[in-house]
C-alpha cells in the first residue's frame, strides 16, 4: 500500500524551511528519501531506520516515528537547488523478532518543491 | 562512464510488439530492480532480485517479465506492449551490506511511448 505524502506542492522563497510528511499504514523497517529533478533520475537523500539509526547526507535531516509509522523530511535555508519532487519509499516490517523486512521499497506519490529566487 | 545505465532511453513502438529494456551496472552490486513512473504516481516496483537466482515480482509485474542474465544484467520484458505501458522506467541498483535495503542508485530511464 502506497505511502501518502504531504503537502502535493509546496513552493518557497530561497531560505525558507519547508517540511515533507510521509505517512504509512503499515508497520515499518525504514523510510527512505529521494529527490529527483525534472528528466533526471532520483537521487539518494537518506534512509531512517526503525530504533534510530539514520544514513545520509549530512545537511539533510529527517526524522521517524515508529509508533505512528510517520516520517518527516526537514528543508532548512532552501536554496535553488533543492527543487525538485520528493519521494519516501517504506520498507515494511515482517513484525518479526529482530525486526527483519520485507526488503522492497514502496514509493509514495511524491512532493513537488519549487524554490524562487 | 554512468555506473547504472539503460538501453534505449527512448523508445516508440505499437501495440502488440514484443520489447525489451536492457539495464547494466558496474557498481558490482548483487540487488536490481525494476521500476516505472507515471505522472503523480511516483514510482513503481514492477520486479526485483537480489542475486541471479532469485527474482521476484513487484507491485505491478503483470505484462511484464524480466530476465537476470548476470549479476550486472537485469532486462525488463514486455510481452505485447500496450498503450497503457507508455510510461518512463527506470533501473535501480543497491548493495546489500548489513542485511537491510540500502541507497538505491538509479539508472537515466528509458521513456517509452507505446502507440
Known amino acids: 500500500q502506497q505511502p501518502v505524502q504531504s503537502p502535493q506542492a509546496v513552493i518557497l522563497r530561497e531560505g525558507e524551511d519547508a517540511v515533507i510528511n510521509c505517512s504509512s499504514s503499515?508497520?515499518?523497517?525504514?523510510v527512505h528519501w529521494y529527490r529527483q529533478k525534472h528528466g533526471e533520475a532520483p537521487i539518494f537523500l537518506m534512509i531512517?531506520?526503525?530504533?534510530?539509526e539514520q544514513k545520509g547526507h549530512d545537511k539533510i535531516s529527517a526524522s521517524f516515528n515508529e509508533k505512528k509509522q510517520q516520517s518527516s523530511l526537514y528543508l532548512t535555508a532552501s536554496q535553488l537547488s533543492y527543487s525538485g519532487t520528493y519521494f519516501c519509499?517504506?520498507?515494511?516490517?515482517?513484525?518479526?523478532?529482530?525486526?527483519?523486512?520485507?526488503?522492497?521499497?514502496?514509493f509514495g506519490q511524491g512532493t513537488i518543491l519549487t524554490v524562487h529566487p | 562512464d554512468a555506473d547504472v545505465t539503460q538501453t534505449p532511453r527512448n523508445r516508440i513502438t505499437k501495440t502488440g510488439k514484443r520489447i525489451m529494456l536492457e539495464c547494466s551496472q558496474t557498481?558490482?552490486?548483487?540487488?536490481m530492480y525494476w521500476y516505472r513512473q507515471d505522472p503523480g504516481l511516483g514510482l513503481q516496483l514492477i520486479y526485483y532480485?537480489?542475486?541471479?537466482?532469485?527474482?521476484n515480482k513487484g507491485e505491478i509485474s503483470d505484462g511484464y517479465s524480466v530476465s537476470r542474465q548476470a549479476q550486472a544484467k537485469f532486462s525488463l520484458s514486455l510481452e505485447s506492449a500496450i498503450p497503457n505501458q507508455t510510461a518512463l522506467y527506470f533501473c535501480?541498483?543497491?548493495?546489500?551490506?548489513?542485511?537491510?535495503?540500502?541507497?538505491?542508485?538509479f539508472g537515466p530511464g528509458t521513456r517509452l511511448t507505446v502507440l
Open positions: 535501480a541498483t543497491s548493495d546489500s551490506a548489513g542485511g537491510g535495503l540500502n541507497e538505491q542508485f
Open positions: 503499515k508497520a515499518l523497517y525504514s
Open positions: 532480485s537480489f542475486d541471479v537466482k532469485d527474482i
Open positions: 519509499g517504506t520498507e515494511r516490517s515482517l513484525g518479526l523478532v529482530g525486526g527483519t523486512s520485507y526488503g522492497k521499497l514502496t
Open positions: 531512517l531506520l526503525k530504533g534510530g
Open positions: 557498481k558490482g552490486h548483487d540487488r
